[in-house]
């Protein structure tokens, strides 16, 4: 038979030793996995929530970006836009020709180059048979331009007068100025020079012999803007005048604010964009704020503000309803009979009897007259009715308020016990 051998004690215990140890490393491993799942799963989760809520807050962000730069682009659109209306119709034109074509009388026997009429022309200040070429109260300079050959009988002609006139949508002449001129003196020598310098360019047709005379009819013209000119009439008072064209010319002349726009058109354009772009971003400043607020100020603390002063109102009225009762109650007492007996025990005693009911039945009524008298005073009390018995009201509060003082120092009948 076998016989059965413990191990050594030793053994045993590295055993159980050794067993308890590995089942320890089993339940931390099997322990600790559990947590880090449930760690990760949290941050995961964490981490998505983050990344939602700043998608959604960029989404947002580029959202409200988006809009802005369109509120903006369309700001800049209208400003631009404004600032060419107040151009287009603040600036009137600058400079303005138109050919002119003189007609005269041809029915007479015409000899030696003499004209049957003084050469005339009708001038319009319509543009394009609508506008108005001078503003109202613009200067203008008016000048005619007249291109004349180099020939003898110009040459001879001499001095020659030039007429002007100004008429009005009815026919009536509001002004009308006259200007002599002639053409420029070359001597015979040098002509001969010229001719022959020029005679190349004279034979191609490139240059002429003539000369470009121009006439000063108004240095500062300003049209009426009760009696406006719509046209001019000119006149060469001269028959023998020759000429090859002419041109009339209208110039204008700015100061202050339009002297800058035309001189310093990008200067001026910058600043007029940049005032509209800021004045209606204001605008719609303000229009957001009353959208989204009620005003630029809440509404809330204007509500508490206007509360706290008619509570003060109320406050004062009843403050002044109450000094006014006051007032007449010490009256009262002061005009009440006061009855002083003399010194017997039985008088003493009815006196003191009538004297402590009337004084036990004179607070209740002032009590009950006050109450209803303020009630009454406070209902009917307007806030601009002050007459001159309110402003006195302290004087005489603290005259009554002496005077029942003294009554009531005064020793009654009941004293002399």
Sequence with gaps: MYEHKEPPRGQQYKGAEGGTADQTRTRRKSGSDPTIVSTMGAVLHWLHDVASVTLLKARRTLFQAAILFCVLLLLLWVSIFLYGSFYYSYMPTVSFSTPVHFYYNSDCDASESVLCSFPTANISFMKNDRDQVMAYGQPYRVSLELEMPESPVNANLGMFMCKMSCYT???KTVSSVG????????????????????????????????????????????????????????????????????????????TGVRYVLFNFPLTSAVVGVATNFAFLSAIVLLSYLQFIWGGIWPPDQVRVKVMMGDNTRIQQRREEARKRMEKENSQKDLGAPQVIGSVNEASDFQGNDSVAGTASKRPSEVTDASGDEVADATEEESPDSKGPEEEDSSDVLGGSQQGETTLRQRPGPWMSL
């Design 179 to 254: 200007r002599s001129t002639m053409l420029h003196y070359r001597s015979s020598l040098l002509q001969s020079l010229s001719t022959l310098l020029f005679s190349p360019f004279y034979v191609t047709g490139m240059a002429e012999q003539k000369q470009l005379i121009e006439v000063e009819f108004f240095s500062d013209y300003k049209t009426n803007a009760f009696q406006p000119s719509v046209g001019a009439v000119i006149e060469i008072l001269s028959k023998r005048v020759q000429i090859y064209s002419s041109q009339l010319r209208i110039h204008a002349y700015f």
């Design 169 to 171: 949508k009815g026919g």
